[in-house]
């Protein structure tokens, strides 16, 4: 089974600011890694797949990067509507055994 | 526009048995892998279940195999989860989401909790 393991825990930042979320694969995963964003009480939205594409309607500031073990889900500017807790999900195996990251929570500092 | 509705959560004992269902809308049904995915209260999210688009694979983590088994009607635009053995680490809300050519998560309902307790 794939660990997923994201950092850090918490980041806490003011809106305009830039957001760097990591997440680690305990194996590479190729490209196969999706970001996807939760807010209170809400289900969680599609943001990345691929590694880097962005799902529809998804704005520019969210871009991902990364290949193999190691990814990043970044927002260039923070907006208000951005703070939430964000999970990566690597789809790599066959047959499926598709595992999250615990998630990262982007707070208003 | 796609729109996945879950129902059939509540409250129930441990050991006993709970049919989930997800009605699907807005996309052709029977061209999707279908999903569930569930949040444990406070916690992040685990995925639960695969079912191919015509029903004939399904995939499981290894701590839901044998206890849950999904299944799907495409004449209705309905799958289901069947959780048998219910123990109380299995309360939690309860996604239904469609799958992609990959297996990501493109679309999820809005989720039914489901709680394990006496």
């Known amino acids: 089974e794939i660990v997923m393991t994201q950092s850090p825990a918490t980041l806490s930042l003011s809106p305009g600011e830039r957001a760097t979320l990591s997440c680690r694969a305990s194996?590479?995963?190729?490209?196969?890694l999706a970001w996807y964003q939760q807010k209170p009480g809400q289900t969680p939205r599609l943001l990345i797949y691929?590694?880097?594409t962005r799902a529809t309607g998804i704005p520019a500031r969210f871009s991902g990067s990364g290949s193999g073990t190691e990814f990043t889900l970044t927002i260039s500017s923070l907006q208000s509507e951005d703070f939430a807790v964000y999970y990566c999900q690597e789809y790599n195996n066959w047959p499926p055994l598709l595992t999250f990251g615990g998630g990262t929570r982007v707070e208003i500092k | 526009q796609v729109q996945l509705v879950e129902s059939g959560g509540g409250v129930v004992q441990p050991g006993r048995s709970l049919r989930l269902s997800c009605a699907a809308s807005g996309f052709t049904f029977s061209s999707y892998a279908m999903h569930w995915v569930r949040q444990a209260p406070g916690r992040g999210l685990e995925w639960v279940a695969l079912i191919s688009f015509d029903g004939r694979n399904e995939f499981y983590p290894d701590s839901m195999k044998g206890r849950f088994t999904v299944s799907r009607d495409n004449s209705k635009n309905t799958f289901y989860l069947q959780m048998n053995s219910l123990r109380s680490e299995d309360t939690a809300v309860y996604y239904c989401?469609?799958?992609?050519?990959?297996?990501?998560?493109?679309?999820w309902g809005q989720g039914t909790l489901v709680t394990v307790s006496s």
């Open positions: 194996q590479s995963v190729g490209s196969n």
């Open positions: 691929g590694a880097f």
């Open positions: 989401a469609r799958g992609t050519g990959g297996d990501y998560f493109s679309d």
